[in-house]
């Protein structure tokens, strides 16, 4: 079947930097998706990734690594405001999306 | 600029009553619209999917319908809720340009209890 696995929680520090990781076991691979989802809202896009490498946008970036089958969101510069759950989800093969269950990120002052 | 509505924002319904939740997307035409549906601790479940008008597929067998009526309308419905149905439900749409299920953007969810 097709999986992917994150952490349930995550707890940092304000200022500090975290990594969530992420990794699939999918039929094929078309895209990974990170998005971000604050307590009771939607999720927001944070970013995609379809080749292998790092990608940064501002104080966020994500990595994937195709033959691991494994990606992680690394938020710097951590703020009150980053406390919220962050979801990864793969785009298989069929086009089909598959998600995760999210990582809820607390942060502590 | 695209904008998308849902409503409403909260919904409690006792067992066995119909439901109808909508969803409209302004700003764009022909998009993909799709209904998730979020429980606690798992993963967004994707229930229905369009890509243009009276076009619904349905992912999982359930108890809902999902209608779209025109181009940036896209409505989920069920005759008799269960309370299985309760959860917090999310429409969201994709450019049609960049193929099924690229980057979403969603609406504010429905937090619907059935009781």
């Known amino acids: 079947g097709q999986n992917i696995d994150q952490p349930t929680e995550m707890t940092a520090t304000e200022g500090a930097i975290v990594q969530i990781n992420c990794t699939y076991q999918?039929?094929?691979?078309?895209?990974l998706f990170w998005y971000q989802q604050h307590a009771g809202e939607a999720p927001t896009f944070l970013s995609y990734?379809?080749l292998d490498g790092l990608e940064e946008k501002g104080r966020f970036s994500s990595f994937l690594s195709r033959s691991k089958g494994y990606s992680y969101l690394l938020l710097k510069e951590l703020q009150m405001k980053d406390s919220a759950s962050y979801l990864c989800?793969?785009?298989?093969?069929?086009?089909?999306?598959?998600w995760g269950a999210g990582t809820k990120l607390i942060i502590k002052p | 600029s695209q904008t998308i509505h849902q409503w409403p924002a909260t919904l409690v319904q006792p067992v066995g009553s119909p439901l109808s939740l909508e969803c409209t997307v302004e700003?764009?035409?022909?998009?993909?619209l799709y209904w998730y549906r979020q429980a606690a601790g798992r993963g967004l479940q994707l229930l229905f999917y369009?890509?243009?008008?009276?076009?619904i597929s349905s992912e999982v067998p359930q108890n809902l319908s999902a209608s779209r009526p025109q181009d940036r309308q896209f409505i989920l419905s069920s005759k008799k809720l269960l309370l299985s149905d309760s959860g917090f439900y999310l429409c969201?749409?994709?450019?049609?340009?960049?193929?099924?299920?690229?980057?979403?953007?969603f609406g504010s969810g429905t937090q619907l209890s059935v009781l």
């Open positions: 969201a749409w994709s450019v049609p340009s960049d193929g099924l299920n690229e980057k979403l953007f």
């Open positions: 989800a793969v785009l298989d093969s069929n086009y089909q999306l598959i």
């Open positions: 999918t039929s094929g691979f078309n895209g």
């Open positions: 369009s890509v243009g008008i009276g076009q």
């Open positions: 700003g764009t035409s022909n998009p993909n």
């Open positions: 990734n379809v």
